[in-house]
């Protein structure tokens, strides 16, 4: 900015342009330079539909004419001091676009601070009133002479009415303080210091040009300055803008759908998660799925140019249209592309989705709360294969969703989550030898709760730890409270969630509860998923030997329900294979052979086999025809709490 001052003061030099001219036209082309730079670059790079955008924009636009009418002013009364009644006008229009942009830039912090839905047309009008009476007054002017004139010689003459202006400033930057002092707390730092910088710049220098003969002199100057801070800290585009993946961000998406319905505005939301994102990332790399997903946002901003693309995640893309909105022909659209290969790095690769659609206001709501639905309406998509339209069901899913939530939570408060034991039958002693025990939860309010529902809200809001030391240590009390041995009872199985399996403090403190009852940890069986081999393993697999050499052993559960990976399995100190019951059913529903296999390959690697879900004295016999050497299921018994438990066994 030095360089420019002192270039500008060097070139006016050499063409004798006089003193006094030189500090106007500095100031004013610098000003001009500042605002027309802040106003192409903003109009070039914003993408974000909301008011305070918009108000950004007019405000620079007023303060650009504003300040192209000062500066030909400058030049006007330089060398054309003849024309002064042109001067004038042009003095006058110079004016009126000033205070327009600063009603603009009033308006500008109402959005900004959420202060814009309060206000009824009523309340505009009446703050409209200084700057419409200042408007008025300065367009009168050329008649009345009360704020500035030129006299004869072309000599310019403020007078006492030039304090409207000052005055005019003062109100709405008092306004300005008052509106950023009442909703500081929901403001960031750089907003608040920006909008009260602003005020305390424009009130001196609102004062300084009421003093100063000079028109103009700094005015034009600190509005660009502070404009451009404001543009830097607040408004710049780049702040909403993921460069990773070339669209809007989701703190960009949160303001705009958050205006929208703070004014009640319709839109529609089509959202896109890339399925097994993470999966993708490790074997592709992060770098490749980062351009996937510039490759799909290039595709939805080229198919839908009127729509606003937001990046919420690293999977997730949520387009919203504000335009009564298809959801078929989206879907006709995306589904087809998605069809089809992508190609990134000479690389192409098929991907999938999941998608749903939400309308607005047909589901009233906070901004998280939608978040939330569409949250829960891509998982049920991934489940379905299918897009989910957002409706009563869905909406009742959710909430039904969020009751079991708090059903987990008072339990887990209450301690009141109860431990039922099933039966496990050895096919080499050919009686009972163990039992899984399996968490029951019944609510006042909703009953019996299965056990699917309630462990997958746990493992979600993360209550899944305390859950499952409350159940292991309720296993140690029933233990501790009944002679196992007497009962020819080896070890009860007790089921860990891949999240507790990955915590580095497992194994210790499974230890510590168990040394504090007296129990040897050979009492217990740990049973692990296969999701749980495939996600820090290496945490997976010390807490593991940490605790098989306290002569704890473990089970895989689940087998055939994950991503088998038979050499990450064989990898850690597994005792015993368990055939999920769809696999078992699927063998004698004669839609799937592979139980055979599985039973003879684990065989060949020394483990246990324990299938599930045995409900006829055909499978029974079936079973240990093949090998299998622990069976579970109906046949046999359900799950029953202990004290029906131990007369099972004692019978």
Known sequence: MLLVINNLLVFAGRFGVSGSFIPNIV????????????????????????????????????????????????IFRQYFKDHYRVNFMLLVFSYVFLITGLFCVFVYVMAVTRKLKNFSLIKYELLSIPAITSIISILLTPITKAIFYFDDTGSYIKIDGMLIIPLTIFFYCTCIVIATYIEKDHLKPATKRCLYLFSLIMIASGIFEGIVDNYNLILHFSLSFIMLLIYLEVQNPDLYFNSTYKLMNKEAFILQISESIDENIPFSCISLQIDEFNNLADIYGSRNCDQIVVEIGKFLRKSFPKASIFSISSSQIIIVDHDDVDFTYYERVIDERFSSKWLFFDTELKISKSMCCLSYPDYYGTIDELL?????????????????????????????????????????????????????????????????????????????????????????????????????????????????????????????????????????????IADSYGLPMS????????????????????????????????SLDDYGTGFSNITAIMDLPFKYVKIDKSIVWAYFDNTNCILEHLVSMFKKENLYIITEGVETEEQVNKLLEMGCDFLQGFYFSKAIPGDDFISYVSA
């Open 27 to 74: 100031f004013d082309i610098c000003a001009l330079v500042f605002m027309v730079t802040i106003f192409i670059f903003f109009r070039r790079k914003n993408e974000l539909k909301i008011t305070a955008n918009k108000c950004f924009g007019y405000t620079m636009l007023c303060l650009i004419v504003s300040g192209v009418f000062n500066l030909t002013s400058v």
């Open 372 to 512: 939330s639905i569409i949250k829960f309406a891509l998982e049920e998509s991934f489940k379905t294969n299918s897009m989910v339209i957002v409706g009563d069901y869905i909406i009742n899913k959710m909430n039904h969703n969020i009751a079991v939530e708090k059903a987990v939570e008072k339990a887990i408060e209450a301690n009141a989550i109860q431990v039922y034991y099933q039966p496990i039958y050895s096919a080499a002693e050919k009686r009972i030898t163990c039992a899984e025990a399996l968490a029951r939860l019944f609510d006042d309010e909703l009953g019996f709760i299965p056990p699917d529902e309630f462990i997958r809200v746990a493992e979600e809001n993360g209550s899944i730890l305390r859950l499952g030391q409350q159940i292991f240590e309720k296993v140690c009390v029933f233990i501790k409270n009944n002679d196992l041995k007497k009962l020819n009872i080896h070890y009860i199985e007790v089921n860990l969630s891949p999240i507790q399996a990955m915590q580095k403090e497992l194994a210790t403190e499974l230890i510590a």
């Open 523 to 554: 009492n217990f069986n740990l049973e692990i998923t296969e999701s749980a081999t495939t996600e820090s393993k290496d945490h997976v697999k010390i807490n593991m030997e940490m605790l098989c050499n306290r002569s704890t052993t473990f």
